[in-house]
């Protein structure tokens, strides 16, 4: 079965700096790697996601970048702020087989000030 | 439209008690997946159903644990009998599984989580 690694398990940051989340995954099959954020006390919610006919993908301040060949993903927070403080978890799964996400085992960012 | 929701969200009960989760996915999604999420083994997947039927439940901790999806909107996850170490936070999360690259399909939506607490 799929295997996912993240690091760091904790990253603090001061605001305005950038912040750099890793995984690796095991299944050359996957194909799809979201990733969530979750707030003290919430639920885990989807941020960004990609899927592995690209290699990039940005959506404002956030960017993640996919090496297929690596088997390899990274999340990208540029300029972070305060509200940036949460835990980030990766997973990845394959699409259509009623995609059985496997998630990283999360990131602890703490934005300072 | 409403996302996922569970029931109840917070459930404190003695050991050896009957606990039954609640869990109504996204209206027109046809997978979904309940989760466990504790500090000590972050977020597990304990089940998941496609089109109502269970796929994989290699994740369900002993036979203490069971769940059923009797229609497209409704899933319960029961645990006979409770014990202290269960008490974590329970997700239940849907998807519509539809395949492919480039689809829109398969994201997972949360729901907001249950509290258990088994003294």
């Known amino acids: 079965g799929e295997n996912v690694e993240q690091h760091p398990s904790t990253l603090s940051v001061q605001e305005g700096d950038s912040a750099v989340i890793k995984c690796t995954y095991s299944?050359?099959?996957?194909?799809?790697f979201p990733w969530y954020k979750q707030e003290l006390g919430k639920r885990p919610q989807l941020i960004i996601d990609i899927r592995s006919n690209v290699g990039e993908k940005k959506d404002q301040r956030i960017a993640v970048t996919l090496n297929k060949t690596a088997k390899h993903f990274s999340l990208h927070i540029t300029e972070t702020q305060p509200e940036d403080s949460a835990v980030y978890f990766c997973?990845?799964?394959?699409?259509?087989?009623?995609?059985?996400?496997?998630f990283g085992t999360g990131t602890r960012l703490q934005v300072t000030l | 439209d409403a996302g996922v929701i569970q029931s109840p969200r917070h459930e404190v009960t003695e050991m050896g008690q009957e606990v039954t989760l609640r869990c109504k996915p996204i209206?027109?999604?046809?997978?979904l997946f309940w989760y466990r999420q504790t500090m000590m083994r972050g977020l597990e997947l304990l089940i998941y159903f496609n089109n109502n039927v269970p796929i994989d439940d290699s994740g369900m901790p002993e036979d203490r644990f069971s769940a059923k999806m009797p229609n497209a909107s409704f899933s319960t996850l029961k645990i006979q009998p409770s014990e202290p170490r269960d008490s974590a936070v329970y997700f239940c999360?849907?998807?519509?599984?539809?395949?492919?690259?480039?689809?829109?399909?398969?994201?997972?939506?949360f729901g907001p989580g249950t509290r258990l607490t088994v003294l």
């Open positions: 997973a990845a799964t394959q699409t259509g087989t009623a995609s059985k996400l496997t």
């Open positions: 299944d050359s099959a996957s194909n799809y």
């Open positions: 209206s027109g999604h046809n997978s």
């Open positions: 999360a849907s998807s519509f599984t539809l395949g492919g690259i480039g689809s829109g399909a398969d994201t997972q939506y």
